[in-house]
Structure formats: C-alpha cells, structure tokens
C-alpha cells in the first residue's frame, strides 16, 4: 500500500491564490520530498525536508512537516497557471532506508487564468 | 546533460510478446529504479538497484526482470506481455535512494 497519500484528490484555483496540498504518510520517515509532474512528462523534484526540519521555502513554494502527526503541506503562494500540474509527495520510510522512495497517488492542481 | 534517457517513448505490444524498455543516466549515479504509473494509483516501484551488479524487487515486480551491468544503464525487460502492464513506465536515478530523483520522460506501454 501506498505510504503517502495526498489530499485533496484535485484543486483548482484562480492565478495569484494560494495552493495548499497535504501529505498524510503511515510511518516514520528519514525524509519528505515534494515532486511536480506536468501532463504527459516525467516527475521533477521540488523540495526535500527531512525529518528533524519544521519548514522549508523555496522560493513561492513553502513545505511543513509535522512528524507527530505524520503530514506534510506543499504551500504555492501567488499561484500561476504555469503550476498547473500533478504533485506528489514521497517519502523515505526508516524502515526501508537505503532502498527506495514510496510516492503518493498525487493532486492534480488547476490554476485557471 | 542528458540527465535520464528512457527509450522508446511509445510502444504497443501483443500479449506474450517480450520487450525490453531501456534507461540510462549519465550522472553517475548509484541508486536507479524503475515506477509504472498507472491513473489513481500513484507510482509504484517495480525494481531498484543500488549499484552495479546489485537489483532487488519492488512493490510490483512480477512480470518484470532487470540487470544493472554498468553504472549508466538500467534496462527493464517485459518476460511475457500481458494487458495488465498497460502503464506508463519511469526511470528514475539518484546519488542515493532518498535524494533528489531525475526521472526520464517516460514510456507509455499498451498491450493489445
């Protein structure tokens, strides 16, 4: 089974608002990565957090992590229609350190001009 | 850089044809894996390696063979096309299993 899940399913939005997407993930992980998969093209990295890490930016994304709970929330500030695209989290569970990364079933996110 | 390089893009296949999808990479990484993707469903790991000479299964490897006899090329063989594998297949590599991955383009696969 899937060791990320993403919710929502799918959001659209206007350009220039504000997308979150969450991550919700079933064990304890070394780290988090955020990727974006634009339609008919392979997925490209985002963002990695790991697991001692509450908040990291990158430029109009910001990601969070809340260990305790087992989440995490990709945050796109001033939205462009260029964004719109599939995002997925991904994480490497302690459990299989060493050996992969587990991705979620991702949100599909519309930004309308 | 070419980063990673999946070949071919699009292939249709008759069941029990056999196939080999090809990947290589040309930054020197160790870890290579390869993901179907398939609508709803996320991507799932079918096989990995972490080096040369070293492959072990994945989430959903049956069906799937593969060997890593150089550093840059991780080939994918399909043993016995069934429509069950109808997807769309990455490669992916990384210095190690949890950094950054670079994915290829993809290869969407229909079997017929």
């Known amino acids: 089974s899937q060791q990320g899940e993403e919710d929502p399913q799918a959001l659209s939005i206007q350009e220039g608002e504000n997308a979150t997407m969450n991550c919700s993930y079933k064990?304890?992980?070394?780290?988090l990565q955020w990727y974006r998969q634009n339609s008919g093209r392979g997925l490209v990295h985002l963002i990695l957090i790991r697991s001692n890490e509450r908040e990291k930016h990158s430029g109009r994304l910001r990601v969070t992590l809340d260990t305790s709970k087992k989440s995490s929330s990709l945050l796109i500030t001033a939205s462009r229609a260029a964004d719109t695209a599939s995002y997925f989290c991904?994480?490497?569970?302690?459990?299989?350190?060493?050996?992969?990364?587990?991705f979620g079933e991702g949100t599909q996110l519309t930004v309308n001009p | 850089n070419a980063g990673v390089t999946q070949t071919p893009k699009f292939q249709v296949l008759k069941t029990g044809q056999s196939m080999t999808l090809q990947c290589a990479q040309d930054?020197?990484?160790?870890?290579m894996s390869w993901y179907r993707q398939d609508p709803g469903m996320g991507l799932r790991l079918i096989h990995y390696?972490?080096?040369?000479?070293?492959?072990d299964q994945g989430e959903v490897p049956n069906g799937y063979n593969v060997s890593r006899s150089t550093t840059e090329d991780f080939p994918l063989r399909l043993l016995s096309a069934a429509p069950s594998q109808t997807s769309v297949y990455f490669c992916?590599?990384?210095?190690?299993?949890?950094?950054?991955?670079?994915f290829g383009q993809g290869t969407r696969l229909t079997v017929v």
């Open positions: 064990t304890s992980i070394n780290n």
């Open positions: 930054m020197n990484h160790e870890y």
């Open positions: 390696s972490v080096g040369a000479g070293i492959t």
């Open positions: 991904a994480t490497d569970a302690i459990e299989t350190s060493g050996s992969r990364l587990t």
């Open positions: 992916a590599s990384s210095y190690l299993s949890y950094t950054e991955a670079f």
